[in-house]
């Protein structure tokens, strides 16, 4: 099926063994186009094959043309956070199998020592956090002029205020005759309308279906006294016995409950950008290995990283702006997957839920606190006990989403002076 596509039979070979049988939606409808060479602005869900949709063209792009492990690279990811950064590298490397095309990760928080050296021995793909290239650049320890294909993955991020000046700086330095490919869960007009000065006549895909988070995810609602957040944390998590991501607002907020549920025996990890590089990958790892039973993050956290068969994101705070709400919730419900975003709020929460309903386009569910709003033992609730089970309806993925009509329209976040500075 992955033939079909266009992609040979060296392409696809590592697929098998990743049990990839059947192309996604946005695979089906992105894989072609990459393959012409053209540019191209894609939107899916969250969780939905996107680094298979720009990567195994890019690969096959890479392997047939020129040789593998030149000096400069030919391929150039630009991604929001080091995480994305860490994992996006390790699925092209897991795509490009056994051809011998080298990806090396460039980002922030670590050395500069070891990513000079994988730099200097050759790679073909580099993926990057863009304050980190920028500081290869000025040592004159990158050379992007023989970049082909640059592809900006979560687009949207990539060209919002926060990262703006770094692109200035890295577009001008790649060859004018490129394929560039963006890819995201949501692009505005005005981000379309930004990509128009890079791209050329770019195709647009979009398989979100007019909606941004996939179906198989549902969104519930807990109004809650800030006071009483934690203990209904601690009663969520004694009623779901699984994996949980849990987000708050701030760095001192993620530790604070991070400590609170070590306290009540739960096993968990944080992660935040005032953590070093090696405990935020430590924390990442131990989370996606199930060392740890709960990772509490920050907005760090939100953005495109791939949790296996994660079942539950906790809103402990609402995120700073409405859209987050979507990146947050898409580390569930992934690759087809059932998955279930509850969110804690309080009074002051009211706006922003409005915005958060308007974006999603689905109602959150309301549930009962099964905490005692004042103090006193938890009282369970039934609405809570048994949470409504959710029709079972085309999975994303698995069941194939049919081409959206067009491009929605949401509120910029460009000018949004809420959003958190940028990492490098
Ligand atoms: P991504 O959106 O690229 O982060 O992918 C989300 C998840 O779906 C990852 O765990 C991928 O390994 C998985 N995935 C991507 N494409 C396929 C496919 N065609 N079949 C099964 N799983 C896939």
Redesign the pocket.
């Known amino acids: 099926m992955f033939s079909q596509l266009g992609l040979s039979p060296t392409t696809c070979a590592p697929l098998a063994r ?7 939606p946005i ?1 089906i409808k992105a894989i072609p186009v990459v393959l012409t060479g053209a540019d191209l602005l894609a939107r899916a869900q ?7 949709a720009f990567g195994l063209p890019m690969i096959q792009r890479l392997t047939t043309q020129g040789a593998a492990g030149r000096v400069k690279p030919r391929a150039l990811v630009l991604v929001p956070t080091r995480e994305l950064a860490l994992q996006v590298s390790q ?1 092209l490397s897991g795509y490009a199998g056994s051809s011998r095309l080298r990806v090396v990760a460039i980002y922030g928080g670590v050395g500069m020592g070891g990513q000079i050296q994988a730099l200097r021995r050759g790679t073909d793909i580099v993926v990057a956090t863009p304050g980190r290239l920028i500081d290869h650049m000025q040592r004159k320890t990158v050379d992007l002029s023989g970049i082909e294909v640059l592809t900006l993955d979560e687009a949207d991020r990539m060209l919002d205020m926060g990262f703006q000046p770094a692109l200035k700086r890295i577009l001008p330095v790649l060859p004018r005759q490129r394929q560039t490919l963006l890819f995201s869960a949501t692009l505005e007009d005005g981000v379309v309308g930004l990509s128009a000065e890079f791209t050329r006549n770019p195709a647009r895909v979009d398989v979100s279906t007019g909606q941004v988070v996939a179906a198989n995810v549902t969104h519930q609602v807990h109004h809650v006294s800030t006071e009483r957040k934690r203990d209904l944390l601690s009663h969520i998590l004694t009623e779901h016995t699984e994996q949980a991501l849990v987000f708050c607002k701030t760095k001192r907020g993620a530790n604070r409950v991070g400590d609170d549920l070590e306290q009540r025996g739960v096993s968990a990890g944080v992660i935040h950008g005032n953590k070093s590089q090696s405990a935020r990958n430590r924390a990442l790892s131990d989370f996606k290995t199930g060392r740890v039973r709960v990772l509490v993050a920050t907005d760090i956290a939100a953005r ?1 990283l ?1 949790i ?1 068969r994660l079942p539950l994101v906790v809103n402990f705070d609402l995120p700073l702006v409405a859209e987050d709400y979507v990146h947050r919730v898409g580390r569930t419900g ?2 087809g997957l059932d998955g279930r975003a509850v969110s804690l709020v309080s009074g002051a929460d009211a706006g922003l839920l409005r915005e958060i309903e308007r974006i999603v386009k689905t109602p959150l569910e309301r549930l009962n606190a099964p905490v005692a709003d004042t103090a006193g033992a938890p009282r369970e609730a039934a609405q809570y006990a048994r949470p409504r089970q959710r029709p079972r309806t085309a999975r994303a ?1 698995s069941a194939g989403a049919r081409p959206g009509s067009g491009w929605t329209r949401s509120p910029s976040r460009r000018s949004n002076p809420r959003r958190p500075p940028v990492a490098r």
């Open positions: 990743l049990g990839y049988t059947t192309p996604t695979q969250t969780g939905t094959g996107k680094t298979a699925t495109g791939d296996a992934r690759a993925v």
